[in-house]
């Protein structure tokens, strides 16, 4: 009986650890969602189609002003990425610097040729990347690890669940 009772006390803790982790990741998704984030997998459709676009160049691509644009448009894209690089990251973030000093050096030489601006920018866009990179090394990481220790407890639920049925049916016989 005290073995069954510690059984279902495990139980107990592992549903209600399972079930409080999804309520809370649920409330923060539909948080973000509400604030039209879209994450490095760009999976909110409500954000809108401009913001998909300057977002994306900065998560994966390369932040860049088309030479098309009139040299008003070219500052504003400009200052939309800068806006929107400060306002995803915070002072701590690893990207910050580097990704700062890229989107700088695009605003700064945003009247020249897409050319001759990328030459300029080389530099800081490389270590920019290789930041971001390194970023979504670390959270594809985190992301496993959680799953192996969700895995490992949820198999040890089913262990503990099974001798559990195992130790009722010995007390019915």
């Not at 399972?18 to 994450?39: I, Q, T, V, Y």
Request: hydrophobic share 40%; charged share 30%.
């Amino acid at each position: 009986n005290k073995e069954i009772a510690f059984i279902e006390a495990e139980l107990k803790d592992w549903f209600l650890t399972r079930r409080f982790a999804m309520e809370r990741n649920m409330a923060l998704k539909k948080a973000l969602d509400a604030s039209n984030f879209a994450g490095l997998s760009m999976t909110n459709p409500d954000v809108p189609a401009a913001q998909q676009v300057l977002w994306s160049d900065l998560v994966q691509g390369k932040p860049e002003i088309e030479d098309t644009l009139s040299t008003n448009a070219k500052a504003m894209k400009a200052d939309m990425y800068m806006k929107t690089f400060k306002d995803a990251t915070d002072l701590d973030h690893p990207c910050r610097i580097p990704g700062s000093q890229y989107l700088q050096c695009v605003q700064e030489n945003v009247k020249e040729k897409t050319q001759v601006r990328q030459n300029k920018c080389l530099p800081t866009f490389s270590t920019f990347d290789a930041c971001r990179k390194g970023v979504l090394q670390q959270q594809t990481a985190a992301t496993e690890s959680a799953l192996v220790r969700q895995d490992i407890m949820d198999r040890r639920a089913k262990a503990l669940f099974e001798r559990r049925n195992i130790l009722l049916d010995t007390l019915r016989s």
